[in-house]
């Protein structure tokens, strides 16, 4: 049986007491956020901010072709990040659980498909900047996946299909293309996003219960896929309408992997909007949800995965690609784009050079 729990009732000691004051430990909160050692910010005071009456559902369309997405809209809140000890299947890099607060954001309905990533890199077009034109060779240009050496989809199929082989390099450029093109903030969601949003209100390891024999209802895995993807949006939706959270591909997410991270944050108040930014290094990020590859203990929503070196271990370009994976055909992302951006995210692009290890 799914379990299902205010998005604030996980943190026991934080409580909201108005519609922008909460009350944490006995003590009346108003503002001041303390800073942990990885950037992220302790809820020692948080000011609530409703997301405007505009905060619903809606459908962009890019490219010529006019290729539509939906993006639905999360209300921020609190939850427990990571998995319980006694968890099935669980892994040590799923904890100690740790209560997390993350603000409002609109996250794709699905994957982003082929149909949408080609209006990017099949294209030439540099989006203005600020409504002024962008010099193509200037430090401030949209930069494009160089041709692949091989079928980019590895028969994998393409219409309507996820994309897949991409490097997290790829994903930030697209998201960077994608918010010039549409003028608004899209980027790849944070780890805690993520499970978030995966989670949907729900304590239990997967978004529709704990029993690993519904997976076929929600999810393409290693026991229905016949060993590739499929076309996006086909099974059911999480509670919270979000298809494909858990299978089908495997998400990229904005962090890098750390298999220890989770020991860095308290227990006993939620960290806002925590993140490991991603740098220069190309390995290693995080990849969530599980794929069509992977047995049912794969797709659960606190799941973890981190890329690594064997992801292009079959390019035979020197220096390797910074665009696509030769050994990585479970691997895809989608986009959000958040209400208010956090301050450490502001103006974030990629890094990786190929000079880049």
Known sequence: MTKVVEMSSSVTNLK???ASVWFLGGALLAGGLAFLPNGSKSVQAQTAKEPAADFKPYIEKIG??????????????????GSPDAEKGR????????????????????????????????TEDQPKLDGKDVDPKGVDAITRPTPPYADETFGHGRDGQPVICITHHAAMEYCRWLSR???????????????????AG???PYSFGDDPAKSGEYAWFAANSEEVTHKVGQKKPNPWGLYDMHGNVS????DHYKKDSYGTFPKDRATLAPVLLPSQNRFSHVARGGSWADQPVGLRSSGRRGSDKTWIKLDPQRPQSIWWLTSAEFVGFRVVRPVEEQENLLSLRSKVTKQSD
Not at 181 to 197: C, D, Q, S, V
């Open 16 to 18: 909201k007491i108005s």
């Open 64 to 81: 010529a072709a006019n290729i539509p997405f939906e993006m639905i809209p999360l209300k921020g809140g609190e939850f427990l990040m």
């Open 91 to 122: 892994l040590e890099d799923e904890g100690p659980q740790h209560p997390v607060a993350v603000k409002s954001f609109w996250m794709g309905k699905c994957e982003v498909t082929w149909d949408e990533y080609d209006q990017y890199w099949k």
């Open 181 to 199: 093109k549409t003028g608004k903030n899209y980027r790849l969601p944070t780890e805690a996003e993520w499970e978030y949003a995966c989670k």
């Open 202 to 204: 729900t304590t239990t």
């Open 251 to 254: 998400e990229w997410c904005l």
